[in-house]
Antibody
């Protein structure tokens, strides 16, 4: 069974970087696409980007140059880095398998941006 | 970006009833719409993709219809476990976009 689990700090200071890990079991990240999605307070959902089976990436233009998604295939993990965070980046962050729709999700990690 | 307008934002119903949730895209997305169920403490669940294709494991009381800009999720004969938050998501073009969500509550 495909399982995903997010991990990372729950509190980040403004202007710093947010870094999260998604650990995948039951399926290799060298197949398919793997994405990050976030849910803001108030329930708005936003697709952030993906990393493909080959390591190529695609990002939501709304995040401009602040986002980076990378991976470690030896550990079957992929990562999110979001730079220069503000309070508006406070959200629950999810990783998911991306088939254009998202068929497997992690449970999400809540990240608060606050000083 | 494709804007997704989901309605209603809240819905109250009783077990055994049928409900419908609507999603309208700001431009044609062909058939490429997915529906998800979200419940606290559980991983989000893909219910339907490509407008009407049931994901493996989705009960047959769920159905999806529509194409172009207008889509509907229908849940027949509601079960207690169906109450939660529902989202639509277009998967026709990047960036993928979501509706604002519908909270289905027990009446």
């Amino acid at each position: 069974e495909v399982q995903l689990q997010e991990s990372g700090p729950g509190l980040v200071k403004p202007s710093q970087s947010l870094s999260l890990t998604c650990s995948v079991t039951g399926y290799s990240i060298t197949s398919n696409y793997w994405g990050w999605i976030r849910k803001f307070p108030g329930n708005k959902m936003e697709w952030m980007g993906y990393i493909s089976y080959s390591g190529s990436t695609s990002y939501n233009p709304s995040l401009k140059s602040r986002i980076s998604i990378t991976r470690d295939t030896s550990k079957n993990q992929f990562f999110l880095q979001l730079n220069s965070v503000t309070t508006e980046d406070t959200a629950t962050y999810y990783c998911a398998r991306d088939n254009h729709y998202f068929d497997y999700w992690g449970q999400g990690v809540m990240v608060t941006v606050s000083s | 970006d494709v804007q997704m307008t989901q309605s209603p934002s809240n819905l109250a119903a009783s077990p055994g009833e049928s409900v419908s949730i609507n999603c309208k895209a700001s431009k044609s997305i062909s058939k490429y719409l997915a529906w998800y169920q979200q419940k606290p403490g559980k991983a989000n669940k893909l219910l339907i993709y490509s407008g009407s294709t049931l994901q493996s494991g989705t009960p047959s009381r769920f159905s999806g219809s529509g194409s172009g800009t207008d889509f509907t999720l229908t849940i027949r004969n509601l079960e207690p476990e169906d109450f939660g938050l529902y989202y639509c998501q277009q998967h026709n073009e990047y960036p993928y976009t979501f509706g604002a969500g519908t909270k289905l509550e027990l009446k």
